[in-house]
């Protein structure tokens, strides 16, 4: 599954969800993990509500974003695009959180993260468990 993550660096989790300038996008499996790429924010509108919309819509493949904060309009559009907003509160490493997520998918996974491993298949937030 794709996961985007905001960072500075590439090696933190340490930027706000609506500060980030960009988001670095991986597949992230239970055995393997690689980053994919780099995707920047440019401005869209002049209001928050459009600035929002326009970072979920370039995440719109990602079924997890991890962000170090993130308000709840933001977490809200995300939710509604299929997109599952992890909140860190503090920095954390990138790779580490990775590693942690992947412990998570060869274990029992919960519903909802067993949706998002799902997320290309048609149909499949729509059941529910």
């Not at 599954?1 to 969800?17: L, Q, R, V």
Request: hydrophobic content about 40%.
């Amino acid at each position: 599954m794709k996961i985007a993550f905001t960072t500075s660096t590439g090696e933190t989790i340490d930027m706000h969800f609506g500060q980030a300038e960009s988001f670095h996008i991986w597949e992230v499996g239970p055995e393997e993990a690689h980053y994919i790429q780099t995707v920047s924010v440019s401005e869209h509108g002049s209001d928050e509500e459009d600035r929002i919309a326009a970072r979920a819509n370039l995440l719109s493949g990602c079924a997890i974003v991890y962000t170090m904060q993130i308000g709840g309009p933001a977490a809200a559009k995300l939710v509604a695009k299929r997109i599952h907003p992890m909140k860190t509160n503090v920095e954390v490493g990138l790779k580490e959180s990775i590693e942690k997520m992947q412990e998570v998918l060869r274990g029992n996974p919960p519903p909802w993260l067993r949706k998002a491993m799902n997320k290309d298949q048609v149909g499949s937030f729509l059941e529910d468990d």
